[in-house]
């Protein structure tokens, strides 16, 4: 019998941002669907994120944010992400993303954007057919 690893991911709430229901909605799903989930809580910064993902050895970095700063502060991850060496991780976003930001979004190496009302079970789904570990 093969053994399957247990996917780890870090929800991470970038920028300013002050609304964390969703994340924390969503955090809950994925430890109910069997992931060990790492919340990070709000207002985090792109260096706190990647360092955070790196010192938990996480599969996958979920990225939550509602203030519009998402065209900064997600490419910025992925760059600190890059010059640090980690290539290996998943990394998806949601929250108030306006569709015609995502394609920008995942040029930047974002997996996936999901936004509003996307069933769970889709993101559930998504991290785990693609996760990289």
Known sequence: MQETK?????IAKPGLDGHDRGAKVIA??????GMEVIYTGLRQTPEQIVEAAIQEDVDVIGLSILSGAHNVLFPRIMELLKERGVTDVLVVGGGVIPYEDIPFLKECGIAEIFT???????????IKNNVKK
């Open 6 to 10: 247990t996917i780890r991911v870090l």
């Open 28 to 33: 809950r799903a994925l430890r109910d669907a």
């Open 116 to 126: 509003p009302g996307t069933p769970i079970s889709q993101i559930i789904d998504f």
